[in-house]
């Protein structure tokens, strides 16, 4: 009841985000590219012995997971892949980090047929080889796969960067944890920096979470997609919050 699309939107930045890039509807190669790296990881049926991280897993029990079973439930879905690589070709993003690699599903979309140098995290070591032997296939040389916990990795990051254009958080679905790496990651964020956190409604403390985050002082504009919060720090924007279902 309360989301809007283009014709209830006022600011001029996010018009022609919505009409430049995020509706448009047209089918390109690089949508074929993601669709086969989809496809490929939702069919892989090697079983790899994985290690549960940040929130942990809903829907498995086991340890031993089949990866086309973790592609099909932790990987993004084929039409929020091709948002967020329209994203990054709209914005045309050079530096970007990602929280929770997972398969590189996500990572994949980011980096195909795009110049972004694109750094993801991975605490879980079986799920982070298979995403590299992906990353190979595809010969994705624009991401740079680091296998640990994220607290430890984002102190290395911190340290071998100046300004981050895109953060993607979508690991550890809690509130304390992402409020600590938003607060980490902040200094990065520069006028033109773009934050997107995945499953803002997943639970009652990311509703907290998103709450805080919209409200923070430096986020001037946010957009709740329902599934995505993203967020923007342009100082030249009025605060504002939208709701638009993508
Ligand atoms: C939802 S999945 C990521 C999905 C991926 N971005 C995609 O869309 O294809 C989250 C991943 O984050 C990892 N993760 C969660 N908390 C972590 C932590 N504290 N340190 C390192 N990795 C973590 C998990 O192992 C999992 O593979």
Redesign the pocket.
Known sequence: MRSTNQHGVHSPFVFGLLTKCLYVKDENSVHEKIRSYIKAVLKDSQIIK??????GSRVFRSENRKVGAI?KN???SERR?ILLNKLVSYFQFNTGL??????????AAIALDNSIQLTT????TE?AKIAQQYFNKFNLKNIHLKI????D?LDDIINANDKLDLV?F???HQKK?TLKYLNKLFPFAHNNSVFIF?DIHWSAEMEEAWEEIKAHPKVRLSIDSFFWGIVFFRKEQEKEHFIIRL
């Open positions: 994985v290690t549960d991280f940040g929130a592609a932790a990987g993004i892949a990602e929280l929770g690699t997972s398969v590189g599903i996500a990572s995290l991975e605490g879980c799920t640990g916990e994220f607290d990795l993607y979508d690991g550890n944890p995945d």
